[in-house]
DNA sequence: AAGCCAACGTTGGCGGAGCCAACATACCAT
DNA sequence: ATGGTATGTTGGCTCCGCCAACGTTGGCTT
């Protein structure tokens, strides 16, 4: 029928999506849901290429900026839960990318380092997130992006602050 | 120490949240997926209310729109897989707020019709939902909210086309 | 008419993210 | 000394988004 570079067209092929409801469409939470799939798609894959999930990146990341830290206030900083704290640091540790030392202060605690391996590897996991970043935002222009950027940080910090 | 009305301070009193690292705050793939777990937060807490979850309204809210459709196109219009369709319209069918009927024209299908009691329940979901709209969006002005819609749509619209 | 491929509904399963409850241990103020 | 509370840990849960497989049915191709 048609030359090798047309798309072939079968009658058996269905539009793969079809038109979302106007409902849905013009609900700000379900734009922000939806988004935020396609958001963790990318950033799932690009951490998939250093088998970490985003769990790692923000607790590597986290460790980086506030330097060695208990789980609890890594937790706190994070927002992730202190038992998912756990599994996560285990993970890392398994790896060396981390490491727990007793706290001569308090017994109870675990204060976290990380390691020089693990500084090396939030760079690599830094960078195949800002390149998702880029994809993520590539239909914005920078004024766009910076405007986007502000609108998500208002309502993040409006609905964080616990004096809302 | 003070008077009754002032804020207590114990030592053993912590701060629930921590300030986020900046890495995090900078990141829009991080501002989108948190404000998102905050607008599902609010969703999933209005629809609650009334026994639902997020997979029962966008069912509902999309038989109301397109009218009969069958399993299939239902997922393709509302983003749901196949199989989380049939879970979720079960779920519908015991609550007669849907009904399964044999497509006469191809056995394949079924034809899904929302009922006069799906209907209006889906007027009770949609009321809490804008409910919860409006709490999510209470820091932004309309204009603010206008650009936050648009943004979002861009990006949507973007990563859904396939052809990027 | 036969054969083949595709679509349909359904079952069962998986993983990530965000939670919560309970517990033993350790700390600290009273 | 006692009671309240923070810490790390285990185990469990829900929701959302996926994928694989299977039996059935439809329809195009030859």
New binding site residues.
């Given amino acids: 029928m048609g030359a090798a570079n047309e798309i072939a067209y079968?009658?058996?092929?269905?539009q793969p999506s079809a038109p979302t409801p106007n409902r849905l469409r013009t609900t700000p939470s379900w734009l922000l849901?939806?988004t935020a799939?396609h958001a963790?798609?990318l950033v799932?894959t690009a951490l998939a290429t250093r088998h970490a999930?985003?769990?790692h990146y923000r607790l590597l990341a986290t460790l980086a900026e506030t330097g060695p830290a208990?789980?609890?206030?890594l937790g706190r900083h994070s927002?992730?839960?202190?038992?998912?704290?756990?599994?996560t640091?285990n993970d890392l540790a398994d790896r060396h990318l981390v490491r727990?030392q007793a706290d001569p202060t308090?017994?109870?605690?675990?204060i976290v380092h990380i390691t020089p391996a693990g500084q090396r590897e939030l760079t690599h996991l830094q960078h195949a997130l800002d390149t998702a970043q880029d994809t993520l935002l590539a239909p914005l222009n920078p004024t766009d992006r910076h405007e986007l950027v502000r609108l998500l940080d208002l309502l993040l910090t409006h609905h964080s602050e616990p004096e809302g």
Same sequence: chains 1, 2.
């Fill in positions: 079968s009658p058996h092929m269905e849901t939806q799939a963790t798609r799932t999930r985003g769990y208990s789980q609890a206030d927002g992730i839960d202190r038992s998912d704290i756990v599994a640091l727990r308090d017994r109870r605690r675990n």
